[in-house]
């Protein structure tokens, strides 16, 4: 790979000097990778935040974070990233400004927007992969959805009740959200919102997984959790994997004729 030089130093350099405790795990051409890549983040819960969190931190080239939503005091309960002062600031410039302070030369760009499907297309069109850090579960289909069409992974989490549910969907490759809840039984449960409840260390959990997720699948590291969910039952200190969520036959997102062989 040819480096690019940006202010007389190439991104050799920098993965060398801002990045030097993760550069044996991961190597250089991962950290390489994950500079020229882009995430977008699309709603800023908890496991959102920590997640982006970990991707400014590791060296991502280019952060997005859409959110419309302000800090509110139920905020406080799970977040590290917020504190009494800050209830009313929106939530993805403070973000911004927070990450940007960390000085890793991530470039982060704040979308105050509402999740729809209308505007939010085009803005998640100009990222590499998605990150759902959405609290709704109509959201988090419509998420599914756009990447689908897009042809964009989009890296899933849920949280229902103590339970830690993670889920990559990659367009041509592997189930969209809908076939995966289908094939769970959950087929009912897009129909709710999600809880306005959520338990720290279950957010953090699911953020951290997401991040370790989209690390992976942009440096090309071990294995993915496409058709595969990840489950960690807090309460029974359970981790467990379902394996053969494959796409349905008939899906319209991901069902295609070169998957049903
Ligand atoms: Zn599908």
Same mark, same amino acid.
């Given at each position: /790979?040819?480096?690019?030089?940006?202010?007389?130093?190439?991104?050799? #350099?920098?993965?060398?000097?801002?990045?030097? &405790?993760?550069?044996?795990?991961?190597?250089?051409?991962? @950290?390489?990778?994950?500079?020229?890549?882009?995430?977008?983040?699309?709603?800023?819960?908890?496991?959102?935040? !920590?997640?982006?969190?970990? @991707?400014?931190?590791?060296?991502?080239?280019?952060?997005?974070?859409?959110? #419309?939503?302000?800090? *509110?005091?139920?905020? +406080?309960?799970?977040?590290?990233?917020?504190? =009494?002062? $800050?209830?009313?600031?929106?939530?993805?410039?403070?973000?911004?400004?927070?990450?940007?302070?960390?000085?890793?030369?991530?470039?982060?760009?704040?979308? +105050?927007?509402? %999740? $729809?499907?209308?505007?939010?297309?085009?803005?998640?069109?100009?990222?590499?992969?998605?990150?759902?850090? =959405? *609290?709704?579960?109509?959201?988090?289909?419509?998420?599914? #959805?756009?990447?689908?069409?897009?042809?964009? &992974?989009?890296?899933?989490?849920?949280? =229902?009740? /103590?339970?830690?549910?993670?889920?990559?969907?990659?367009?041509?490759?592997?189930?969209?959200?809908?076939?995966?809840?289908?094939? /769970?039984? =959950?087929?009912?449960?897009?129909?709710? !919102?999600?809880?306005?409840?959520? %338990?720290?260390?279950?957010?953090?959990?699911?953020?951290?997984?997401?991040?370790?997720?989209?690390?992976?699948?942009?440096?090309?590291?071990?294995?993915?959790?496409?058709?595969?969910?990840?489950?960690?039952?807090? @309460?029974?200190?359970?981790?467990?994997?379902?394996?053969? @969520?494959?796409?349905?036959?008939?899906?319209? $997102?991901?069902?295609?004729?070169?998957?049903?062989?």
């Amino acid at each position: /790979m040819v480096a690019t030089v940006r202010g007389g130093k190439t991104l050799e #350099d920098e993965t060398q000097t801002n990045f030097e &405790p993760t550069l044996p795990l991961l190597g250089q051409e991962a @950290l390489l990778r994950l500079k020229a890549s882009s995430v977008i983040i699309v709603g800023l819960n908890e496991a959102g935040l !920590t997640c982006a969190n970990y @991707l400014v931190r590791v060296g991502i080239g280019k952060l997005g974070l859409l959110d #419309d939503g302000g800090i *509110s005091k139920s905020d +406080l309960a799970s977040s590290n990233l917020f504190s =009494l002062k $800050d209830i009313g600031q929106r939530k993805a410039a403070f973000a911004n400004q927070q990450f940007s302070a960390l000085g890793t030369g991530t470039e982060i760009i704040t979308h +105050l927007q509402k %999740f $729809d499907s209308h505007s939010t297309e085009s803005v998640l069109a100009r990222y590499n992969l998605v990150i759902d850090g =959405l *609290s709704d579960w109509q959201e988090k289909l419509l998420a599914s #959805d756009i990447c689908m069409h897009l042809g964009k &992974p989009l890296v899933h989490h849920a949280l =229902l009740g /103590m339970r830690v549910h993670a889920f990559t969907c990659i367009p041509g490759s592997s189930a969209c959200l809908r076939c995966m809840l289908a094939k /769970m039984g =959950l087929e009912d449960l897009p129909h709710s !919102t999600a809880s306005k409840t959520s %338990f720290g260390p279950a957010s953090g959990l699911a953020g951290s997984l997401q991040a370790a997720e989209a690390i992976k699948l942009i440096c090309h590291l071990g294995l993915t959790h496409q058709n595969t969910l990840i489950c960690f039952d807090i @309460l029974k200190s359970e981790f467990y994997n379902l394996h053969g @969520l494959d796409p349905e036959h008939d899906c319209p $997102d991901c069902g295609r004729p070169n998957l049903d062989s």
